[in-house]
């Protein structure tokens, strides 16, 4: 199955991230949790607008848009969406005009979550920003912005949609079949083992990408998805069904078996873009041990994940943990009403 760089590589694509993102240790962290040993793979540093996973993923969906013809393109995702502010940014840089949705997903949310973090980023990019008032309905998210891009081609317009619905061909989750060769290369230069690692679990075109991508270059490490937004059953279709359209997309037999996707959804309370007492607590012991920033949606909640886990026995004893940050450090300026209740509670993990 080697032959799945070559095939991704045959993909349309342009260049977006700063590649390779670096590979290390997390000495503080793993001494904090006592039973293994974690580093980090930095995809926080992937550069495009304050940087995060989804430059891998924009890389082929642009691509493909840029294959195509197109003079603007299209999404949806939530408020504090980094997917959105990193099409924003992708999209002016590839010359291209940007037509941003978000949709009302996390609820009781203050004046700075509307207009601080990302949000203020969008506007910076000039994006044109619409609102979709449901926060659970891909298939009406994914319509809407169709109505959008058909009344862009009234216009004269070339527009590209990036879709939000499991149902379309996981394009962006080639950018993870890259970047699970990135990491055995690395892994290989750097002389490390690693046993595990853990992700975020959304969309899953991050985790799937980079599942498929190890198994297909016959690697056995074990991948956990952290749920950010479902249930683990409801995940585990999720990233099964991806699985099957990313075969289908680069014309291979399916490599990831039922017993490859493993997800844990014991962070995932109060629900998506919503912070626990446990996400702020990783959060906070990952800036005081490291000094590195994680996201209340998604790194944060991966992290709290992983920590639980380990408390859980989950590993094995002294096992090498890789955790994949993927970005999102904007959303923490909308979120500074609820961290400073935890702050004020709880000044230091």
């Not at 240790?25 to 995060?52: F, H, Q, W, Y």
Request: charge should be negative.
């Amino acid at each position: 199955m080697n032959d799945i760089v070559s095939r991704v590589a045959a993909e349309p694509r342009v260049s977006l991230a700063h590649l390779p993102t670096p590979l290390h240790a997390l000495p503080n962290l793993s001494r904090e949790i006592g039973n293994i040993s974690v580093s980090v793979k930095r995809d926080d540093c992937t550069g495009l607008a304050m940087g995060g996973n989804k430059a891998r993923q924009l890389e082929f969906y642009l691509g493909e848009a840029h294959h195509a013809g197109a003079d603007c393109v299209l999404i949806t995702g939530a408020v504090q969406s980094n997917y959105v502010r990193a099409t924003a940014a992708a999209a002016r840089q590839l010359g291209m005009n940007c037509h941003v949705q978000l949709e009302d997903r996390v609820p009781d949310v203050d004046a700075t979550y509307r207009r601080s973090g990302n949000v203020l980023l969008d506007r910076l990019f000039g994006a044109t920003i619409h609102s979709y008032p449901e926060g659970e309905d891909e298939t009406g998210a994914d319509r809407q912005l169709e109505t959008i891009a058909a009344q862009l081609r009234r216009d004269g317009r070339r527009p590209y949609v990036i879709h939000l619905g499991a149902a379309y061909p996981p394009r962006g989750a080639l950018g993870y079949v890259d970047a699970a060769a990135e990491i055995l290369s690395q892994l290989s230069e750097q002389s490390l083992r690693v046993d595990d690692i853990v992700i975020p679990s959304g969309s899953s075109h991050t985790h799937t990408g980079l599942l498929f991508g190890l198994r297909a270059l016959g690697s056995p490490i074990r991948v956990t998805g952290i749920c950010v937004r479902r249930s683990a059953e409801q995940q585990h279709h999720r990233v099964g069904d991806c699985a099957a359209k990313l075969a289908s997309l680069v014309g291979i037999a399916n490599v990831v078996g039922d017993g490859d996707i493993q997800v844990y959804d014991g962070s995932l309370a109060p629900g998506y873009g919503r912070v626990s007492e446990s996400v702020w607590r990783a959060i906070a012991t990952t800036a005081q041990t490291e000094g590195v920033l994680l996201d209340p949606v998604y790194s944060g909640k991966t992290m709290a994940g992983l920590l639980a886990l380990a408390v859980d026995g989950y590993f094995k004893p002294s096992a090498s943990v890789l955790f994949v940050h993927t970005g999102g450090v904007p959303a923490l300026f909308a979120y500074e009403t609820a961290f400073e209740e935890f702050m004020n509670a709880s000044p230091t993990p």
